[in-house]
């Protein structure tokens, strides 16, 4: 196949994959993130970002991703088009973005490993929350050190973490990577560009925008991790019930410390192997998400989304792939209970049904899956001498 003809190629299979979450965002509503982003944007438009979390602790999202909720919900009352498929037109944009950010990596393959993916596909063209953007600047923070502008990627990771918190916890790994005068540009614009998206709220809110945003605990705990196990367990044999009970709350009070010490962990490790070679970045910011996610006391579907993007990294491409496919079925079938069926419209978490032990089911059996992941990718991620290209 000529390069010419290639290109075509690849470009026209990006155009189907685009227009395909398109036409998943025409046919369908979302879950029951669409309408909490959909008050919280009404709510910031009337009474102004800072205030918007005074008034809910459910207000949980960083500023920029109040401004970005605020902004769409301006832009669809001017043009017409309902909030829910504008928004979730703009997580397609962020899956575009991603795509672009791992081409300027490592080419085609790495750029349409996230865009076939049906997964990706579906938090950012269905789920209906902010997941996409974040893991696209997320990306294009690491494409930007990876191409030696630590003060642009220092920008970039300072307005995912903008979006969603988490990304505040790979700025340390960026440091690790980074030789000496890149890392104090790259803390510099971090610095700064936080500064810039946080602090007026802080200012004007007070400590409850601190409150909300960085004491949010994040998800359920009944079909994902320990808890869910737990739960499971404690509902299929009734004598276990109480023992399960009490795991469940135990978890939930104290999981995040469990967190805390993985997250330092996956540091230690890091760094460490930062005293012998260049850092394999985008490796270790995966084996970072995967920790987050193998511990977590709460969990939302759409947490899954983080990985995918990064999973060629930390695996061979088999493998890879395989884990893109789980993570796939495990979104389509959840998805799929919450919706009462095929086709969906409007994914339910609090739906009952008959069926509602499937998805906690595919729940258990995918966090199993990634802690198994997970002890794969660090054994790789120690013993690679070399950082991976992924290409």
């Known amino acids: 196949m000529s390069r010419a003809l290639e ?54 999202h960083p500023p920029a991703s109040l401004a970005l909720m605020s902004w769409i919900m301006r832009l669809s009352e001017a043009s017409g088009i309902s909030f829910p498929d504008l928004f979730r037109t703009f997580q397609v944009l962020a899956d575009a973005l991603t795509a672009a950010a791992l081409y300027r990596i490592g080419g085609q393959k790495l750029a349409l490993f996230v865009l076939l993916s049906p997964g990706a596909a579906f938090v950012s063209a269905f789920h209906g929350n902010t997941d996409a953007t974040m893991t696209a600047l997320l990306v294009l923070a690491i ?18 973490a903008g979006i969603k918190i988490i990304p505040f916890l790979a700025a340390p790994l960026f440091l690790a990577f980074f030789e000496r005068r890149a890392r ?29 945003i960085f004491g949010y605990a994040g998800g359920l705990p009944w079909e994902w991790g320990f808890t869910g196990v737990a739960f499971a367990i404690s509902r299929k044999i009734p004598t276990m019930r109480a023992a399960g009970d009490a795991a469940i709350a135990f978890y939930s009070a104290w999981g995040r410390y469990f967190v805390y010490a ?14 012998r070679e260049t850092l394999a970045l985008p490796h270790a910011i ?89 002890v794969v990718a660090v054994r790789r991620f120690t013993r690679t001498t070399t950082p991976e290209t992924a290409s």
Request: aromatic fraction near 14%; charged fraction near 10%; include cysteine.
């Open 184 to 212: 104090i540009l790259f803390l510099v614009a971090f610095a700064i560009a936080t500064a810039i998206l946080f602090g007026p709220a802080i200012a004007i809110g007070g400590p409850v925008v601190i409150r909300n």
């Open 7 to 60: 290109q075509r190629t690849f470009l026209l299979i990006c155009l189907f994959c685009i227009l395909a979450r398109l036409a998943l965002v025409a046919m369908t509503y979302g879950s029951n993130d669409m309408d909490f982003v959909a008050n919280w944007a009404a709510l910031a438009n009337h009474v102004g970002i800072s205030r918007a979390y005074l008034y809910t602790r459910m207000v949980n």
């Open 143 to 160: 494409a930007l050190a990876i191409a030696d502008r630590p003060a642009l990627a220092g920008t970039a990771l300072a307005l995912a």
């Open 262 to 275: 993985g997250i330092a962990a996956v540091f230690v490790l890091v760094f460490a192997k930062r005293n």
């Open 286 to 374: 995966e084996i970072m998400l995967m920790t987050i996610l193998a511990l977590a006391p709460g969990f939302g579907v759409q947490y899954i989304g983080w990985l995918i993007p990064l999973l060629p990294f930390a695996f061979g491409w088999r493998a890879a792939i395989a884990l893109n496919a789980a993570m796939s079925a495990f979104l389509f079938i959840t998805y799929t209970v919450w919706s009462g069926g095929w086709p969906w419209w409007f994914a339910d978490l609090a739906r009952p049904g008959p069926y509602r032990y499937v998805a906690a089911l595919a729940g258990c059996a995918m966090w199993m899956i990634l802690c198994v992941a997970l």
